[in-house]
């Protein structure tokens, strides 16, 4: 039954929507990733390369301690993907200029224009969607990811900005 003082409608919680909510998140990724994995194939490249690519990209200068906390997977995996994008040169290592231990990561001009060539094509698809869908729409859209996300990491996404750049976290 509607509430009908604040007009909000329950029924999208229904099992049979949730349920088409996860099936269109698992379609959306599939067709999200499905032209930068044909890129990526003929470096011999996967998908760990593609978040470390576009994290680094994103975040200049990022730490590895900082990398491995964005995208939560262990420092072996991370030094195995990390590792081939340095000695093929597309990722530089610097150390950190007040903490010798740190270790900073910066995309090279091949690193670059792999990352341009990779989000191309997912920037084209959002835009697509988020034209069709219009900006309330893109708003609903941006609370349900933030509701999505773990909330210690929500406050990348300053609220109220989306064009403002992700903070970097100390």
Same mark, same amino acid.
């Given at each position: 039954m509607t509430d009908i003082k604040t007009g909000v409608n329950p029924l999208f919680l229904r099992e +049979? +929507?949730?349920?088409?909510?996860?099936e269109l998140l698992f379609f959306a990724y599939r067709d999200f990733t499905s032209e930068p994995d044909a890129m990526l194939e003929q470096y011999r490249f996967g998908r760990a390369h593609h978040r470390v690519i576009y994290f680094v990209g994103?975040?200049? $200068?990022?730490?590895?301690? +900082?990398l491995l906390g964005i995208l939560r997977i262990t420092k072996q995996s991370l030094s195995r993907v990390l590792g081939q994008l340095v000695r093929e040169g597309f990722i530089t290592q610097r150390t950190g200029a007040r903490d010798r231990r740190q270790?900073?990561?910066?995309?090279t001009e091949k690193g670059i224009e792999? +990352?341009?060539l990779l989000t191309?094509?997912?920037?084209?698809r959002i835009a697509q969607?988020?034209?069709e869908a219009g900006a309330e729409a893109?708003? $609903?859209?941006?609370?349900?990811?933030? $509701?999505?996300?773990?909330e210690q990491d929500r406050d990348r996404f300053p609220a109220g900005s989306p064009l403002a750049p992700p903070r970097r976290r100390p």
């Open positions: +049979e +929507e949730l349920r088409q909510g996860i994103r975040h200049p $200068g990022i730490t590895v301690s +900082e270790r900073l990561l910066e995309l792999l +990352e341009r191309e094509k997912q920037r084209a969607a988020y034209r893109v708003e $609903g859209f941006r609370k349900v990811m933030l $509701g999505m996300i773990d």
